[in-house]
């Protein structure tokens, strides 16, 4: 679970000696116990929401999250991000540029962080601690720039991993385009003294899940791979219209019927060549279309299309013959549905075609589905409604602002004292927390006075 995110010199977040946190924490409510999961002396949340006005700094969160995480999961010379310093400060393109998590693995508590200069794709620094009760364990530290670094040996039962640990940093400070984590991790060391690393990187590759307003479907797809009542029980409680679901085996020749050119059909059905041995299952949305190719270990492929029943009615839609909103929906599926341990959500924008009602209602659902599970979910929204502390507790209520220097800064409803009873939608509207659009007279406009 994500505990913690710092930031500093990230589009509108500016660079700053303190950097802007944003965290889930559990604060000083007595609401919705229930979601809080404890780690010894650290409660945590497992919802959050962040409001503010458009080009508030709301989706640059969003994006900070994510950019850091891809950095992580791959080198500098990957990453497309040599403008996304904070341009409030000419002088900030060669300041660094700082991302920190911290986060949950298991039972334990960790901190990593690193810094960057984008404009010039080189590697700072680089940190990783255990947070135990009362301290923080440092696992390692490094400085690129003078090959200075300092990790626990006594991680290392074997002196020749301990060897080559050392080994691993000084090749980092060396090339300042990577991280560490992906240096360990690309090699695939399997050994018991290289796993903390291994684990940590898997969070941020597969763990931590950023949904945009434009990402396509994806892990919600294989839901339907089978007959899961769950799944259609979902759809109708969510007032689809849909009321069951089929996959549709078809053959290549009809397959090709889709397509505009039988060679990029033909495309399409060529297995990957790293797949070659392996079973392997796809996803292909293409036009109003959404199809399965499966490949077993022989490399003989099933064909299926998805196809969605509606009560009675005589024929079935295709997925692209869906609502907006009920596309919206199957593309957030896997959300309420997944039983992955320490899975984070973050979506930008969860209200993106759906109804008022139908924000609160997943929201609602999530919560539901999550007692028990160590899943979490973050989202940007500006559906007002949600903002309810029937449904939510202050400390999962976040605002993001512009301040006068252009820059964004982050705070919580838990910063005002107020009453449960509040109607806090109202007064957010009426602009008493900030993080509203402020707009000038109509006749501004006309350039009258």
């Given at each position: 679970m994500l505990m913690r995110f710092s930031i500093s010199n990230?589009?509108?977040?500016?660079?700053?000696?303190?950097?802007?946190?944003?965290?889930?924490?559990?604060?000083?409510?007595?609401?919705?116990?229930?979601?809080?999961?404890?780690?010894?002396?650290?409660?945590?949340?497992?919802?959050?929401?962040?409001?503010g006005a458009n080009a508030s700094g709301k989706t640059n969160l969003i994006r900070a999250i994510d950019t850091g995480r891809d950095i992580i999961s791959n080198t500098m010379e990957d990453i497309d991000c040599q403008d996304k310093f904070c341009k409030s400060d000419s002088s900030n393109a060669d300041r660094p540029t700082l991302f920190e998590y911290e986060f949950t693995v298991g039972e334990k508590c960790f901190a990593y962080g690193f810094?960057?200069?984008?404009?010039?794709?080189?590697?700072?620094?680089?940190?990783?601690?255990?947070?135990?009760?009362?301290?923080?364990?440092?696992?390692?530290?490094?400085?690129?720039?003078n090959d200075e670094y300092?990790?626990?040996?006594?991680?290392?039962?074997a002196k020749e991993n301990r060897e080559q640990f050392h080994f691993f940093i000084k090749?980092?400070?060396?090339?300042?385009?990577?991280?560490?984590?992906?240096?360990?991790?690309?090699?695939?060391?399997?050994?018991?003294?290289?796993?903390?690393?291994?684990?940590?990187?898997?969070?941020?590759?597969?763990?931590?899940?950023?949904?945009?307003?434009?990402?396509?479907?994806?892990?919600?797809?294989?839901?339907?791979?089978?007959?899961?009542?769950?799944l259609v029980n979902i759809l109708k409680y969510l007032d689809t219209g849909i009321t069951d679901y089929d996959m549709r085996v078809i053959n290549e020749a009809a397959f090709k019927e889709y397509f505009p050119d039988e060679s990029l059909a033909?495309?399409?059905?060529?297995?990957?060549?790293?797949?070659?041995?392996?079973?392997?299952?796809?996803?292909?949305?293409?036009?109003e279309t959404l199809f399965?190719?499966?490949?077993?270990?022989?490399?003989?492929?099933?064909?299926?299309?998805?196809?969605?029943?509606?009560?009675?009615?005589?024929?079935k839609y295709e997925y692209g013959e869906e609502s907006d909103g009920t596309q919206r929906l199957i593309e957030l599926l896997d959300v309420i549905l997944n039983d992955d341990e320490d899975?984070?959500?973050?979506?930008?924008?969860?209200?993106?075609?759906?109804?008022?009602?139908?924000?609160?209602?997943?929201?609602?659902?999530?919560?539901?589905?999550?007692?028990?599970?160590?899943?979490?979910?973050?989202?940007t929204t500006h559906e007002s409604n949600l903002m309810d502390l029937s449904i939510l507790r202050r400390d999962e209520i976040w605002f993001a602002e512009k301040e006068q220097d252009n820059n964004t800064s982050l705070?919580?409803?838990?910063?005002?004292?107020?009453?449960?009873?509040?109607?806090?939608?109202?007064?957010?509207l009426a602009g008493r927390y900030g993080a509203v659009p402020v707009f000038k007279d109509f006749e501004y406009v006309w350039g009258r006075e």
């Open positions: 990230f589009m509108s977040f500016g660079y700053k000696p303190n950097p802007e946190e944003y965290h889930l924490y559990a604060g000083r409510s007595e609401q919705h116990k229930e979601r809080i999961m404890n780690y010894k002396e650290r409660k945590v949340l497992k919802f959050s929401s962040i409001y810094t960057v200069n984008l404009k010039h794709r080189l590697v700072f620094s680089e940190w990783l601690y255990e947070m135990k009760s009362a301290e923080e364990h440092v696992i390692f530290e490094r400085v690129a720039e300092y990790f626990d040996e006594k991680l290392f039962a090749d980092a400070n060396r090339i300042r385009t990577t991280l560490l984590l992906y240096e360990v991790k690309r090699r695939k060391i399997e050994e018991a003294d290289f796993e903390i690393f291994n684990k940590i990187f898997d969070w941020f590759r597969y763990k931590l899940v950023v949904i945009y307003p434009e990402t396509k479907i994806g892990a919600s797809y294989f839901w339907f791979g089978s007959d899961n009542k769950k033909e495309k399409f059905l060529r297995k990957p060549r790293s797949d070659n041995r392996t079973r392997s299952k796809s996803i292909l949305n293409f036009g399965e190719l499966d490949y077993d270990e022989t490399g003989t492929k099933r064909i299926a299309k998805l196809v969605f029943q509606h009560g009675t009615d005589a024929g899975k984070v959500f973050v979506i930008d924008e969860l209200d993106r075609s759906l109804h008022p009602q139908m924000t609160i209602k997943f929201v609602e659902t999530f919560l539901k589905f999550s007692v028990g599970k160590t899943t979490q979910l973050i989202i705070y919580t409803l838990e910063k005002f004292k107020i009453r449960y009873d509040k109607v806090v939608s109202k007064d957010y």
